[in-house]
């Protein structure tokens, strides 16, 4: 029952603040939605911002782990499921943009534990295109390249992708990018794997 109660506590606070942003999201509308009492919201948290940092991190690792651990732990294709999964519409929010983002703009240059926060999700997130990256070497679908950079033109390119179509209010702008990100990517595919 507790880790029912604290799991609805962070999927309440990450709802609110993806949606609102850190400081328009008030404690009660959260614990309203959570359907939990302040005390025990005490019980796991000693304020909104120690929760709001938790459901942050946990649910931005859990949408990481769902879209590309998979891809990572695979045995091969992993440009081709790593296509495949940018290339999903399914999970994607368009119209609330990338939570990293929005967090990273909202929060970075006003509180350090955010700023600290935000930075590590970030290198994560560039990471683990770094490793499926390093594994297609490895497994012989790229060249040997610079897979560092190809991780950050990467994550930079589907941030902005997301941004633009939230921006635009066209989901389609994300997809147009999506491509262009995939034949540039494509560039640096091995011989092996053309043939």
Do not use: W
């Not at 962070?10 to 942003?21: H, L, R």
């Not at 949408?63 to 045995?75: A, C």
């Not at 066209?170 to 560039?187: A, C, H, K, T």
Request: negative net charge; hydrophobic residues 40%; glycine residues 8%.
């Amino acid at each position: 029952m507790k880790e029912n109660t604290r799991q609805r506590l962070i999927d309440a606070t990450f709802d609110e603040v993806y949606s609102i942003g850190y400081q328009g999201a008030a404690l009660n509308d959260i614990l309203a939605k959570a359907g939990v009492h302040k005390g025990s919201m005490y019980h796991f948290f000693a304020n909104k911002k120690e929760m709001a940092l938790a459901a942050i991190c946990e649910k931005i690792d859990e949408r990481f782990d769902l879209r590309y651990q998979s891809i990572v732990n695979g045995k091969g294709g992993y440009l081709k499921n790593l296509f495949a999964v940018i290339r999903e519409s399914e999970g994607r929010d368009f119209k609330r943009g990338c939570p990293i983002a929005n967090i990273v703009q909202e929060m970075s240059n006003v509180d350090e534990d955010f700023n600290a926060t935000m930075k590590e999700i970030y290198a994560h997130f560039r990471m683990g295109f770094k490793t499926i990256f390093d594994k297609a070497v490895e497994a012989g679908e790229l060249k040997a390249c610079d897979t560092a950079k190809l991780a950050l033109f990467t994550a930079s390119t589907l941030e902005g992708a997301l941004l633009s179509a939230k921006a635009s209010g066209n989901p389609q702008d994300y997809f147009d990018s999506v491509e262009m990100l995939i034949e540039y990517i494509r560039g640096f595919e091995s011989e092996k794997s053309l043939s």
